[in-house]
T-cell receptor, first 112, second 113 residues
Framework: EDQVTQSPEALRLQEGESSSLNCSYT??????LFWYRQDPGKGPEFLFT???AGEEKEKERLKATLTKKESFLHITAPKPEDSATYLC?????????????FGTGTQLKVEL | DAGITQSPRHKVTETGTPVTLRCHQT?????MYWYRQDPGHGLRLIHY???????DKGEVSDGYSVSRSKTEDFLLTLESATSSQTSVYFC????????????FGSGTRLTVV
């Protein structure tokens, strides 16, 4: 069974205080690890896809990295508008349907 | 952006009544999904579809059924609503190509009283 565990559950940062969110996973052959951002009352919004260990993707203040067991979402000099819940998901090579298995998310709050 | 619309956005219903949620897409994507999101559980797959009249179960399918008679519409039915089905329901489509995973709708908040 595919599993995704995210930590911490919640994180409070001061503006400009860099940090990292963790996503550890077990999957029967990784066919993609996905990061999403979710704002209150809205659906998740796609951020990144990573496919192989060592791969990195960047977007503004966010950088996602991938190893064989976990992924990190690094947030550099965050701003209040980065406050959201960040979700990690995996897609396995086995099983049909292109299904994603999600973690429970990290709720990030960035304060002035 | 993929056009994906969920209706209704909010609904309150009584225990034991049937409820149907609708997901509509405008871009003819093959794969569509229904997830529910609950505190402490994250997003969990209920059912998915890989074409017209082609559907399969997810991890939390008990008490739910789906139908897809047209490419653009994917319906989720709670056959006899229970309080444990109070949740936020998200529909998603799989964009073409591997890169994007899913695009989600805005969700339906369902309360069963």
């Amino acid at each position: 069974e595919d599993q995704v565990t995210q930590s911490p559950e919640a994180l409070r940062l001061q503006e400009g205080e860099s940090s990292s969110l963790n996503c550890s996973y077990t999957v029967s052959g990784l066919r993609g690890l996905f990061w999403y951002r979710q704002d209150p009352g809205k659906g998740p919004e796609f951020l990144f896809t990573l496919y192989s260990a060592g791969e990195e993707k960047e977007k503004e203040r966010l950088k996602a990295t991938l190893t064989k067991k976990e992924s990190f979402l690094h947030i550099t000099a965050p701003k209040p508008e980065d406050s959201a819940t960040y979700l990690c998901a995996v897609r396995a090579r086995t099983g049909g349907g292109n299904k994603l298995t999600f973690g429970t998310g990290t709720q990030l709050k960035v304060e002035l | 952006d993929a056009g994906i619309t969920q209706s209704p956005r909010h609904k309150v219903t009584e225990t034991g009544t049937p409820v149907t949620l609708r997901c509509h897409q405008t871009e003819n994507h093959r794969y569509m999904y229904w997830y529910r999101q609950d505190p402490g559980h994250g997003l969990r797959l209920i059912h998915y579809s890989y074409g017209v009249k082609d559907t399969d179960k997810g991890e939390v399918s008990d008490g739910y059924s789906v139908s897809r008679s047209k490419t653009e519409d994917f319906l989720l039915t709670l056959e006899s609503a229970t309080s444990s089905q109070t949740s936020v329901y998200f529909c998603a489509i799989r964009q073409d190509g591997d890169n994007y995973g899913y695009t989600f709708g805005s969700g339906t908040r369902l309360t069963v009283v």
